[in-house]
């Protein structure tokens, strides 16, 4: 089939390259020329497990190419539409523009019989008002939402492997399907679960899949704070309830909390678009999900003036890790580039280290120091952090490391770290949620 996906962002150029790889001909549309340009050439703007092969493979089959021109999206049958929808700047909703401005151009090319795809994450109530704008511009074109559950770091498989469809379509109207059926074609043949639905509750589908996942992480750092104010410890709380299956052990671990372009942003507009329906109550309970969240910045920031005897002034700090999670150079609402820049600000000497978001934090904290490695970054620390708990961190030996020090004092944000191992090579250990030594 003939493709085009509008937006090479994150999301974006992962679903072309991945179309592309499934056998179909693919456009990617990016208004950032040098954007553009750069993938075209091969070049990966971001950093992704697996995405530099895939794109290599993809453009070498000659099925996938690049425009910063909304006119070569002409003549697809199906276009997906990728752009970001950030939050607003001072509220909790999210900012529409780009979703809007994508389909308005879009509109423009469209022709009876194609199809728009969403996979952007929406307020609920978008789609139909965009289905509106479709048909009423090119009657005979269709709209249908799908939603993309991709986690950064797995982006390739999960791109190519979902654990579910979910395809939102206009009631009574089986084409949207046919034609969705037609690209997923290897993923539904590979017997995939898929739920056909209407608009309202394929958006839903997405933004209550992030809520419940920021709840689970909340909820275990809530868990986290009583454990701290009685001595309990979280990593064995969770392993044990973990093992009930209706609770199940994954999303349970306490530390820093959760960050990045999706689960914050995304629990706000959700909240703020039940504020304008009307439902505001049924959500309320996820402003307190966020404010656990935001409590374990301040807490670690708190933790690490404690064991520097009282005071981060004239401190040096070693933090391993800034990026919002292992595998990413993405720093968008990073728990980790958040503690950093805290504790600089407090007066500490702050030295980052992270295998991929150097670059990026330099543009948004130039005043930090950054190091190449955790041994350069640690060099005459008085207390490391591991703040995203990346393997190189996981796997560094404490004995070794702990020679460039000049206090051995460690601070597991991730609760990533192998205490016993640390303790015996002589650290002194802490972590969110944890008993420590006294
Ligand atoms: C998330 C959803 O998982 C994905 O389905 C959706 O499409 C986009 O948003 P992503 O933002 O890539 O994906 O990251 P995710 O793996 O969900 O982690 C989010 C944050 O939660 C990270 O900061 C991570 O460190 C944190 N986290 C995760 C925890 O603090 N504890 C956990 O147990 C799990």
Redesign the pocket.
């Known amino acids: 089939m003939r493709i085009s996906v509008i937006g090479c962002g994150y999301l974006g150029a992962v679903h072309a390259a991945s179309m592309a790889e499934l056998g179909h001909e693919v456009v990617g549309v990016e208004v950032d020329e040098r954007k553009a340009e750069l993938l075209a050439a091969g070049k990966t703007p971001f950093y992704e497990p697996g995405f530099d092969e895939l794109l290599a493979r993809s453009l070498a089959s000659g099925r996938l190419t690049f425009s910063s021109q909304m006119s070569a999206a002409a003549g697809a049958q199906v276009h997906f539409v990728c752009v970001g929808t950030p939050q607003k700047r001072g509220e909790y909703a999210a900012d529409l523009r780009f979703v809007e401005g994508a389909v308005a151009s879009l509109v423009e090319v469209l022709q009876p019989g194609e199809l728009v795809v969403g996979k952007s994450?929406v307020p609920v109530g978008t789609a139909a008002r965009l289905a509106e704008v479709v048909m009423e511009k090119v009657p005979g074109a269709l709209l249908a939402w799908n939603?993309?559950?991709?986690?950064?770091?797995?982006?390739v498989q999960?791109t190519l492997h979902p654990d579910r469809l979910v395809y939102g379509v206009p009631a009574g109207d089986t084409r949207a399907e046919a034609l969705l059926d037609e690209v997923y074609a290897t993923i539904v043949a590979a017997a995939t679960p898929k739920v056909v639905t209407d608009y309202a509750t394929a958006e839903m589908v997405?933004t209550a899949?992030?809520s419940f996942?920021?709840t689970?992480?909340s909820f275990?750092?809530a868990m986290a704070e009583l454990c701290e104010a009685t001595g309990a410890d979280v990593k064995q709380l969770a392993d044990a309830i973990g093992h009930d299956d209706r609770i199940g052990r994954?999303?349970?671990?306490?530390?820093?909390?959760?960050?990045?372009?999706?689960?914050p942003k995304?629990i706000r507009a959700f909240m703020a678009r039940a504020g304008e329906l009307g439902a505001d109550q049924a959500l309320t309970f996820l402003r307190e999900v966020d404010n656990i969240n935001m409590r374990r910045r301040i807490r670690m920031v708190e933790l690490a003036r404690e064991v520097l005897d009282g005071s981060l002034l004239g401190k040096r700090i070693a933090v391993l890790g800034a990026a919002?999670?292992?595998e990413?150079d993405?720093i968008r609402d990073?728990?980790a580039l958040n503690v950093a820049a805290q504790l600089q600000l407090q007066g500490a000497t702050v030295v980052v280290t992270d295998p991929a978001a150097v670059e990026n934090c330099k543009a948004q904290w130039p005043q930090l120091d950054y190091a190449d490695s955790a041994e350069e970054a640690a060099r005459g620390a008085d207390a490391v952090l591991l703040l995203?708990?990346w393997k190189q961190f996981r796997s560094l030996d404490p004995a070794e490391f702990g020679k460039v020090v000049k206090q051995k004092r460690v601070l597991d944000g991730?609760n990533a770290l192998d205490r016993d191992a640390w303790e015996a090579a002589g650290w002194s250990y802490r972590a969110l949620g944890r008993r420590h030594a006294g």
């Open positions: 994450t939603p993309e559950f991709l986690r950064e770091g797995y982006a999960d997405k899949a992030n996942l920021a689970k992480i275990i750092n994954k999303f349970l671990n306490a530390g820093l909390g959760f960050g990045g372009g999706c689960l995304d919002f999670k292992p990413s993405d990073s728990p995203t708990e991730r």
